[in-house]
């Protein structure tokens, strides 16, 4: 008799090679997890475009930097938009998804996230630090991130030019913020727009040594003013926010593509109600 359960393609790179986390741990588990209430396989993003025909819906979870199968994507996404495929997270993001520009439009809008700009002729706009960080504006997993003491900013700028653009500090290429000397980091964790648990790195040199934290009203109000910017229906979203040294939090990054969720740091009970929330977000997506 045929299956009349829906039909799931999960997106997963298990082999990519995170450092200090392994990805594929996070995506064996959710997987043996939404298997008791979907029909579910895994396929690498390379193969996305190829396979959406047989599915109902699409969850793209752990499948690294774009950056490392970009036109794999762009077909993928082109394919999916052809045929109305329901994706999970659903394709009209407008943070990480959609690159690092939305950095410098929040900053420029006053927004709580680290002062950001995206050429030398703007560097006057930033406030005075010791070292400042410049990464690529389409990177992702902290690939090309260079620190560079205050000192050498303007030259280490003018020397990832291109000769013709030097004077502009390759503008579009990419983004240059102060340092911050936070106390930590912290992860606001979302399933649609409910809020699911918060983790923290107590130690600002060691990132993903996460512990749960005990988020106040305060730091919820924060992390959902950028969930509701973003206006994802349908997706899991991460807000990553560092405590600054007055005391305030500023965004760090909105990642809404493919977050990385930390759940071994939770508890069996905080799992458990994590992938509640999942198959309910899915069953949702279905529906709609």
């Known amino acids: 008799m045929p299956s009349v359960r829906p039909r799931l393609l999960y997106v997963t790179d298990l082999a990519y090679p995170a450092r200090g986390r392994r990805y594929c741990d996070e995506d064996i588990f959710l997987t043996s997890r939404l298997r008791d209430e979907f029909d579910l396989a895994l396929c690498h993003p390379g193969e996305a475009a190829a396979l959406l025909d047989a599915f109902d819906a699409v969850v793209v979870r752990n499948s690294g930097p774009v950056l490392g199968h970009r036109a794999a994507y762009d ?167 560092c405590r600054a040294p007055g005391g305030e939090l500023l965004l760090v990054e909105l990642e809404d593509l493919n977050p990385y969720l930390s759940l071994d740091a939770l508890d069996d009970s905080g799992r458990d109600s994590f992938v509640a929330a999942l198959r309910a977000a899915l069953r949702r997506l279905l529906a709609a």
């Open 75 to 241: 077909a993928f996404r082109e394919r999916a938009a052809e045929r109305g495929t329901r994706v999970y997270n659903q394709l009209t993001g407008r943070a990480d998804m959609a690159g690092k520009q939305y950095l410098l439009d929040l900053s420029a809008a006053g927004e709580p996230v680290i002062p950001t700009v995206g050429s030398l002729a703007d560097l006057h706009l930033l406030p005075a630090a010791d070292e400042y960080v410049v990464k690529p504006r389409l990177g992702a997993d902290s690939a090309g991130l260079r620190i560079v003491p205050a000192d050498r900013l303007r030259q280490a700028l003018d020397a990832g030019a291109d000769e013709d653009a030097a004077a502009d500090g390759a503008d579009g290429d990419i983004l240059v913020q102060p340092r911050v000397d936070f106390a930590y980091e912290v992860s606001f964790y979302f399933v649609d727009d409910d809020f699911q648990y918060a983790l923290f790195a107590p130690d600002p040199g060691r990132r993903w040594e996460l512990v749960p934290y005990d988020a106040t009203a305060r730091d919820l109000d924060f992390a959902r003013r950028f969930i509701e910017w973003n206006g994802i229906d349908h997706g899991i979203q991460r807000v990553d926010a």
